[in-house]
């Protein structure tokens, strides 16, 4: 979604995201993008700056490979996929409509219109399905599992309550629908493995966690009951073991996710224990809603930034062996935060950087441009690697720009420039299938 509020400040800020694994920051600006590294906490390094197309309201790097997806506000209904250490464009494709998000994994790309997603095999970028007719989805909303293995998506299966609908994207079927608030979705991520999803709705007081694939509720976190806020990104650490929610407000709240298991209760015979116990025996006869109201925990972490409503998106990610909270900003800054993992409480803030230039630092951007730091290109298997595995062949009887289940009229995908062959974007000695013909 396009930002709205410029200020000075915010110097043509439009979109931020973070990669799969959270080594890397994409920024989308009135001029282009940028791609940074995020593996030190003193200093970040501008990878790449994008000058392809103008107004870039979408960009995502796959892990910390070659491949970067972007979407222009000049042409709002095309996607270009480039590999930007060579400079080349692999393919771009045409859609019927806007396209509100982008999501990809090593097996899956998905694209993501207000009442259709389009899944495409990024091995070749042929289109795989077409989903059709999906309840109104204004921002765009869905999360793809990182984990290629299963490629679980989920998306809101409902314009008017909070459902998702979870989809598997390998082999191309609805698994379940998850009855998970009142009120409509606004936000939905998978941890890294894809056996956890959290979700948050337009009110925002309420983040639950569901199991994947079964879809039942594991966690409840409260944020906060005095005023409904919307929650603009939410974002597992890499072990599953914690969860950050930023919003409008100027709280990120950090929660945990732990079990508490009744022996530990036995053995420290608190008051608390005990009154914990009390609540546990009384939920099984009191109204739904006040059991809901025990179950839930608050936070365990909290960030207070010095900025409220302005958009930013929050992730959790260890750098140099510490935990940390990243919090890309529409200010135009990166905040790094150091999370105290056995106690939790305030978070400190240890670096702050800024995502543009002033105009001295620019001389020194574009030397930071040309090398890649080493420990980015060591983070994730090689891109080209991966392109060997095996992956579910897309069906005979599908064509690609057609789908099957509702004619080439409103499902229709127009390659511009296809893709020829496998896409290989790590070896230096492998070429990106670069095509002259256009379709």
Known sequence: QEQTDCSEGQK???????????????????????LFSVTAVDKLDCIHEGVESPDVYIVERLFSSSLVVVVSLSMPRRMNVYHFKKGTEICNYSYSNNILSVRLN????????????????IKDMKLLKTLLNTPTNP?????????????YLAYPGSATIGEITLYDAN????????QAHDSPLAALTFNASGTKLASASEKGTVIRVFSVPEGQ??????????????????????????????????????????????????ESPTWSAYVGKMFTAASTYLPSQVSDMMHQDRAFATVRLNMFGLKNICA?????????LLVASSDGFLYIYNVDPQDGGECVLVQKHRLFDSGEEQAEHSEEDKPESASAQLVSQSYAAT????????????????????????????????????????????????????N
């Open 106 to 121: 090593r097996q899956r790309l998905v694209v993501c219109l207000e009442e259709s997603v389009y899944i495409h095999n």
């Open 387 to 438: 392109v060997a595995l095996s992956s579910t062949p897309p069906s005979s009887a599908t064509l690609l720009g057609y789908s099957e289940d509702g004619g080439a009229q409103k499902g229709d995908v127009i390659p511009e420039h296809e893709a020829v062959g496998p896409v290989c974007l790590d070896d230096e000695n492998e070429f990106p299938p670069v095509g002259n013909q256009s």
């Open 12 to 34: 043509g800020f439009i979109c931020a995201s973070f990669n799969q694994d959270t080594t890397s920051l994409s920024v989308g600006t009135k001029t282009g993008y940028r």
């Open 217 to 266: 509720k594991l966690f409840e976190f409260r944020r906060g009951m005095k005023r409904y806020v919307s929650i603009g990104s939410l974002s597992f650490s890499a072990d599953a073991q914690f969860l950050c929610a930023s919003s409008n407000t100027e709280t990120v709240h950090i929660f945990k996710l732990e079990q508490h298991s009744p022996t530990q209760e036995e």
């Open 171 to 178: 082999v191309l079927s609805t698994l379940t629908l998850i």
């Open 139 to 151: 921002s765009g909303l869905c999360a793809l599992s990182v984990n290629h293995n299963n490629s």
């Open 316 to 324: 959790l990610a260890t750098i140099q062996k510490l935990p940390r």
